[in-house]
């Protein structure tokens, strides 16, 4: 199977930065996709920023200028840099890929996710 750990929230003021980090584990054969959604309370879960095949990159329309999602040493571990955090930024940020993995079969991962707040 694979695993994916997450690090980095906590709480930060308006206007300030964070930085989360994602790492896969387990065996996984070829990535297709990987990055981070989040939801906050009473909401649907949405797309923050992701790194897909060919290294095109998306952004959610909420965060683009303010957060930069990239690789970090290696296929199976990104961070994203989230720059001029709001309060509308809290939430649980999830990290997850899109993956051909050891059972042979392409397959979405997530990890347990980790809390972000913005105070005002």
């Known amino acids: 199977q694979v695993q994916l750990v997450e690090s980095g929230g906590g709480l930060v003021q308006d206007g300030g930065s964070l930085r989360l980090s994602c790492s896969a584990s387990?065996?996984?054969?070829?990535?297709?996709?990987m990055g981070w959604y989040r939801q906050a309370p009473g909401k649907e879960r949405e797309l923050v920023a992701r790194?897909?095949?060919?290294?095109?990159?998306e952004y959610g329309i909420s965060v683009r200028g303010r957060f930069t999602i990239s690789r970090d040493n290696g296929e199976n571990a990104i961070v994203l840099q989230m720059n001029s955090l709001t309060p509308e930024d809290t939430a649980v940020y999830y990290c997850?890929?899109?993956?051909?993995?050891?059972?042979?079969?392409?397959?979405?991962?997530w990890g347990r996710g980790t809390q972000v707040t913005v105070s005002s």
């Open positions: 790194i897909l095949s060919r290294d095109r990159l």
């Open positions: 387990g065996t996984i054969f070829q990535t297709d996709a």
């Open positions: 997850y890929t899109y993956a051909y993995a050891g059972d042979y079969k392409w397959g979405t991962f």
